[in-house]
């Protein structure tokens, strides 16, 4: 089904896991299809993954992806240069914090393409640079990210299957439908009337240096990801050596927590204005196209804009294709909207300061 080939890029090698599954055929009386599925939007879908296929956009144009790791490593390198060359002063320290944290959120949208296998045609080589990257580059464990965001794009905005919305409604209450329940119930485990304001003090610059830095670990030991653990002590143990031998411990830890928290606001802004102000709800096993149009929007293109999300201002079309390369969205984006107008479906495209705002 739709999601099976979404997925996967090598569909002869993972079929074989199927077999294990199988508990028989579907009785020829019966629909091929369930009823809370839009059986015409699903044909039409269809069509287009064919098109897409025909066309080449799934095929990945590897110097793109060379030359953003370049970037990325080049930044990755200027950042501890500076501090080396122009010493340890305040003016250095800024600067430099502000080009490592340039370069970690980077890596960050390029682990991305490699865990959707969108960078290497074959799997292996995308599993191996994303380890590089997510783990000795970030600092994470590779298949800790896999495990959590397979999940978000099978069901996004579906409640507690999505764990990307697991802070409703301990942290905050999402969505409207949500929050006349709770009202209705009850119940309350935060001011939510001034979550507007405390949003801006606790999800986007703590994320990564509170809950992600112990969540990845435990995940990574509780697993037993032994590989992506090895990978992950290999960056704390070139930051620690490298920064440690400029900075003094205080100055040093104070560098780590300044650079996460930056990078942590980048990446929560970028990642929440496509999902959090759309729909919010329980699952309601709904068609793949359906459900991804539910739960997504887009922000316009401008190459500031994809550089800056690391084209995830086109999340519509990469939560339809996952494996798709980023560097081809734009040329897949007229034929959704196309699909989306056929359909009465509404395709949402809005500038990047509204969709920030949005999320307020």
Known sequence: QDAFVAFHVDKVLVSKYLKSLQIGELAPDQPSIEPTKNKMLVKDFRELRATVERMGLLKPNQLFFFLHLAHILLLDTAAWLILFYFGTSFMPFIVSLVVLTISQVQASWLQHDLGHLSVFRETKWNHLLHKFVMCHLIGASA???????????????????????????????????????????????????????????????????????????????????????????????????????????????????????????????????????MDIYYDNNLDWVSTQLQATCNVEQSLFNDWFTGHLNFQIEHHLFPTMPRHNYWKVAPLVKSLCAKHGIEYQCKPLLTAFADIV
């Open 143 to 277: 298949k800790w990210w896999t495990l959590l965001h397979s999940q978000h794009h099978a069901k996004p905005n579906c409640f507690q299957k999505d764990p990307d919305i697991d802070m409703h409604p301990f942290l905050f209450t999402l969505g409207k439908k949500f929050s006349v329940e709770l009202g209705i119930k009850k119940k309350k485990y935060m001011p939510y009337n001034h979550q507007h304001k405390y949003f801006f003090i606790t999800l986007p610059p703590l994320l990564f240096p509170t809950y992600f830095h112990c969540h990845t670990f435990y995940i990574a030991y509780t697993k037993r990801y032994w590989v992506d653990l090895a990978w992950m002590l290999t960056f704390y143990i070139r930051f620690f050596f490298t920064y440690g031998s400029l900075l003094e411990i205080k100055s040093l830890l104070a560098y780590y927590f300044i650079f996460r928290m930056l990078e942590s606001s980048w990446f929560v802004w970028v990642s929440q204005m496509n999902h959090i102000p």
